[in-house]
């Protein structure tokens, strides 16, 4: 136990004085998320509404000349077809249709979005929601003279930045644990460092469990950092219990890890392990859900988001973070984390290799 202490303590020393590692561990997605805040996800707002029947009874139109009072609601009105070709060509981030309610005292009100912009639409969604309600509220209690309705959109209030957090922690969790290990233990064996530690007392498993628990404490850490500078900057909340979080955090390097292994036992030299681990994280990364919702993906490209290990972990780190849900609500991606570890654990005893390949 006391030389598995040290090998840890060598692992964090040689970690923090890699300068390289460094900027992959923290400054990569910590730079990610600030680009993407001050962009997208806590700019200012500025909502371009297209109405249609906004003179369909003096309450529509009160309620569209209050929307045209409001700073940040650039409201035009026209006809069906005229604002829905505006929004096709991008000149609206949404139009409002009203038309006659279930009863004569309602007003139905149906907005179009943009779905090839789905950052955005979900905030503008989720704005005339909350604008509408409050005009039901100030108006009327009952029963509401506007019912408005929504299609093909999860409208919680959520904010982009709130769905990029969890996402780009899950990416640089995956990055550090499958490209930054096996490239680090394929040059442990070209250096011969592993035939040395076989020479040793030191147990390879020792070794091995050394640096799985130095990995895991370095994700901790990188985790703590990014989400405390998502937290003072952006206002980003987590609703969920940090034990669950901390757990899927755990989960998730052991996983990305466990792939790692088995890529640093199948490459031949560290070229090859870094050709090997780009070809499963670049897909992983543009495919899992990190920077937009799965859902949002082409339906032919679906099933292949359900099988990256990826789009489970960073969907349960969401679902803790934004949902506040428990790791026994999300336990199906828990339960994909373990599986991936140990089909990777699995694969890695079956081809390690202790000496470098002859060329």
């Not at 990256?308 to 960073?314: G, K």
Request: proline share 4%.
């Amino acid at each position: 136990m006391k030389a598995l202490r040290y090998m840890v303590m060598a692992n964090l020393k040689m970690t923090v004085r890699n300068r390289a590692a460094l900027f992959w561990l923290l400054a990569f997605p910590v730079i990610f998320i600030v680009l993407f805040g001050f962009l997208i996800g806590n700019g200012d707002f500025n909502l371009t509404v297209g109405v249609v029947g906004g003179d369909i009874n003096p309450t529509v139109t009160q309620v569209v000349e209050q929307m045209r009072s409001v700073d940040g609601f650039s409201v035009n009105a026209g006809t069906e077809a005229e604002e829905l070709a505006a929004l096709n060509e991008g000149d609206r981030d949404i139009v409002i249709v009203f038309g006659p309610g279930a009863s004569p005292e309602q007003v139905s009100a149906k907005i179009y979005y943009n779905q090839g912009n789905p950052q955005e639409s979900q905030v503008a969604v989720a704005a005339i929601r909350q604008f509408f309600s409050e005009a039901n509220q100030a108006m009327t209690d009952a029963p509401q003279p506007i019912v408005a309705t929504v299609e093909g959109v999860d409208t919680e209030n959520v904010r982009y930045i709130d769905f990029l957090v969890p996402g780009i922690l899950a990416m640089s969790i995956m990055t550090s644990g499958l490209m930054g290990l096996s490239s680090t233990f394929v040059s442990y064996r070209e250096r011969g460092i592993l035939r040395r530690i076989k020479a040793t007392p030191f147990s390879l498993w020792s070794f091995i469990g050394a640096r799985i628990f130095t990995q895991v404490l370095i994700a901790m850490a990188q985790a703590v950092i990014v989400l405390s500078i998502a937290v003072l900057l952006f206002d980003v909340k987590i609703s969920g219990d940090l034990v669950s979080l901390l757990v899927m955090i755990a989960l998730g390097s052991l996983a990305f890890l466990a792939i790692g292994f088995f890529v640093s036992g199948i490459a031949r030299n560290q070229e090859v392990a870094d050709s090997v681990a780009n070809a499963i994280s670049f897909p992983m990364m543009f495919l899992g859900g990190v920077f937009f919702p799965i859902e949002l993906a082409p339906a032919w490209m679906q099933p292949i988001t359900k099988i990256i290990p990826l789009t489970y972990f960073a969907n349960g780190l969401r679902d803790i973070m934004i949902r506040g849900d428990t790791l026994f609500s999300v336990w199906s991606s828990a339960l994909v984390m373990l599986a991936t570890a140990a089909v990777g654990i699995a694969l890695s005893v079956r081809f390690f290799r202790w000496e470098a390949q002859a060329v």
